[in-house]
């Protein structure tokens, strides 16, 4: 088996306050980025997803963000210390990684 075969598909969506200036929000994104790739994952692409998006309730007393899709590939060992990294992260206001069977087009 090859080294490909025995990596699985991860989107994570990341929610920063839409409130940071691009240069935070990217310096947010290469720093979550880094996570992945510091943990064995390797970043296949990332993008705005959704720009100054209202929450229905607040997170972290914020009532907007700017989701980050950020898609990457990984053998699932480092998972478990991205998410923790992310959980204290003061920038990023929630997180969910799920595992895919191929990744979004659009």
Excluded at 6 to 20: A, F, G, N, P, T
Excluded at 34 to 42: D, E, L
Excluded at 76 to 90: C, F, V
């Amino acid at each position: 088996m090859e080294k490909n075969e025995l990596l699985r598909k991860y989107e994570l969506v990341v929610i920063v306050d839409s409130r940071l200036s691009e240069e935070e929000k990217d310096g947010v994104v290469k720093e979550v980025t880094g996570y992945i790739s510091k943990n064995g994952g390797n970043v296949v692409n990332s993008k705005v997803w959704l720009d100054k998006q209202k929450f229905t309730f607040e997170i972290k007393k914020k009532t907007e963000g700017t989701y980050y899709l950020i898609n990457f590939e990984s053998d699932g060992q480092g998972i478990d210390k991205i998410q923790g990294a992310l959980r204290l992260h003061d920038k990023v206001l929630r997180s969910s990684i799920l595992v895919v069977e191929q990744f979004a087009t659009n």
